[in-house]
């Protein structure tokens, strides 16, 4: 059984479809006292993490994905793996936005959307995770030393790793910032990258939300690719960045169906898979992964490519705002999805595996 029952999980989310949903009961309640500095810290303070500290995270399996046919393995071009559902007697656990593993698929670092590093080892048994070890939390360091959090930065929402550098974007004050982890891992400063003029004009709670480095060998290689949750241009498509590399500039994700982007990942291949989401009242609430070819971005390009997954409430779902894909010693291509539970009673940090098979 689910960790709530799935009546009321499947009811709080359909209600995130008319707006009530508690994803932006944070939101909700910093507007309500916008006024009152030290009121939005608490607030966000409650969530945070102050120092560097191990903690204890327990997971429960999910031995299926499908609600409706248990038995079911295959969705579109995915064949589901195995599943955990994370949780934590830590109070700053939660909210977990963008992931990275190793090239082995073991070590983690992920990142919480209230400005904090987790780290760890996700355990396996044969090809199944069974839990994480070694997990810790620590704050985003600002340029002085300390959590990002007491500059009033926060919303940290998405990560691209090249090497030891790790790039972070923080939607709420549409930047970027770059930490080296060869010093000091997630004890690393970060530094603000320069972006172009328009990532600030992106709405400030729908602006950054994937990032990735394009690896050496591909097409744009050494090119930060910066999109957008949901800044729309003139026709009504999502906005994204060419940041650095052979041909920096601008282009466009074509929009589809109300989804908004939620995180993405270079596979090995040379495409660009793209983790969407949606909240509509209308057609529900679902995720999708699209598959885009790499070749196809450049400056004032508008891409698009097939959907390979689609995902919806008769599955095992969350606010999955997280991808990450690795290769095993037998050559499977594995995907990795993390789910933002919004430090919500009634959502759940989910990890998902699945196997590309197309």
Do not use: C
Not at 107 to 124: E, P
Not at 338 to 345: G, K, R
């Amino acid at each position: 059984m689910s960790q709530y029952p799935d009546l009321a999980r499947r009811r709080f989310l359909t209600l995130a479809a008319s707006g009530l949903s508690a994803f932006a009961s944070l939101d909700a309640a910093r507007a309500q006292i916008a006024p009152q500095a030290s009121a939005r810290r608490t607030i966000r303070n409650a969530f945070s993490v102050a120092a560097p500290v191990a903690i204890d995270v327990k997971a429960r399996a999910l031995p299926s994905f499908d609600l409706r046919d248990r038995a079911r393995t295959r969705f579109d071009a995915l064949e589901y793996r195995s599943g955990l559902v994370l949780t934590s007697g830590f109070p700053g656990f939660g909210g977990l936005s963008a992931i990275r593993l190793d090239p082995k698929g073991g070590r983690f670092v992920s990142l919480s959307d209230q400005g904090a590093w987790f780290t760890g080892r996700i355990v396996y048994e044969g090809r199944a995770m069974v839990g994480l070890a070694d997990v810790e939390a620590a704050p985003l360091l600002f340029m002085d030393g300390r959590p990002i959090t007491e500059h009033g930065w926060y919303d940290s929402e998405s990560l691209a790793m090249d090497g030891d550098i790790a790039y972070v974007g923080l939607e709420r004050v549409n930047q970027v910032m770059r930490f080296d982890f060869s010093k000091g891992f997630t004890r690393a400063r970060g530094e603000v990258v320069p972006m172009p003029p328009a990532v600030k004009r992106l709405p400030n709670n729908k602006g950054l939300e994937a990032l990735v480095v394009v690896p050496k060998g591909l097409p744009l290689a050494g090119t930060l690719l910066a999109l957008s949750e949901r800044g729309l241009d003139a026709n009504g498509d999502l906005i994204a960045f060419m940041v650095g590399g052979p041909s920096p500039g601008q282009f466009s994700v074509r929009r589809t169906d109300n989804f908004d982007i939620s995180d993405a990942v270079i596979l090995p291949s040379s495409d660009l898979l793209v983790l969407e989401r949606k909240f509509s009242l209308l057609s529900g609430v679902g995720i999708r992964i699209r598959r885009i070819a790499l070749a196809a971005i450049a400056p004032g390009a508008l891409v698009d490519g097939p959907a390979i997954f689609n995902a919806d409430l008769g599955q095992e779902i969350d606010n999955m705002e997280g991808i990450d894909a690795h290769v095993t010693p037998e050559g499977d291509t594995v995907l990795t999805l993390v789910s933002d539970d919004n430090f919500s009673m009634i959502q759940r940090t989910l990890l998902l595996q699945f196997t590309l098979m197309q």
